[in-house]
């Protein structure tokens, strides 16, 4: 049986939400000649907690990538788009999510409640992004979603280079929401800078351009957990 979003990322050795998209914000291309295959067996080599994959045009995403990488993995799955309606997370469960992303900077107060409570009857863990302490107290059952901090100007689509401090900053008004599982997102370039964001308490992070653009997933990786005080792992075929 499958794990929940949050069971998965917040037991996995390796607590990382890897990024599965097509463009960078700028339109850079991060896949190559790579195929959907090939980057979700790396990610399962370099022992990943969980999947997210951008639907959103503008990274150049679709649906198809979401059916496609959920008939390649058992991995729990983010659907990662601006989701406004019911029937988008209907269609998410139905192509293989397990979660879904809600941006709380995008929805209405009554629409982010109406949207978390839909998810969390159709089985999917609302991933609620937020980049204010006053988006993050506006979340509802939050012990069972993930809050998020996206790092990134949301309404500009990523292209600014982000900082870390907004997570740091904001990490004590997540805990007070009651989530089990705050999560830090975009904008996180190396190894240590992901180690720094665990140690600081959060209990996942969520990278995409960074793994994708990486020489070595594995060498990435053996970086992260010298940072963290652990034992790089064995190589892998991830390279």
Known sequence: MTPTFIDALCGAPTPVIMEIKRLDPHGGDLLGSRSLAEVVAGYEAASAGCLSVVTGRWFGGSVDMLREVAGLTCLPILQKDFITREAHIVRAKELG???VLLTAQLLPQSGLVRLIERSLREGLTPVVEVV????????VHAEDCVVAVNNKAIRTHERDAGSIDRSLSL???LLETGTHCP???SGIEGPEVAARLLA???EGVLIGAALLRAPSLHAWFADFERHRGRSPPSEQSSS
């Open 97 to 99: 999510a397990s979660a």
């Open 132 to 139: 204010s302490g006053e988006e993050a107290e506006a979340v």
């Open 171 to 173: 990490l004590p008004a």
């Open 183 to 185: 999560v830090s997102a």
């Open 200 to 202: 600081a308490g959060f």
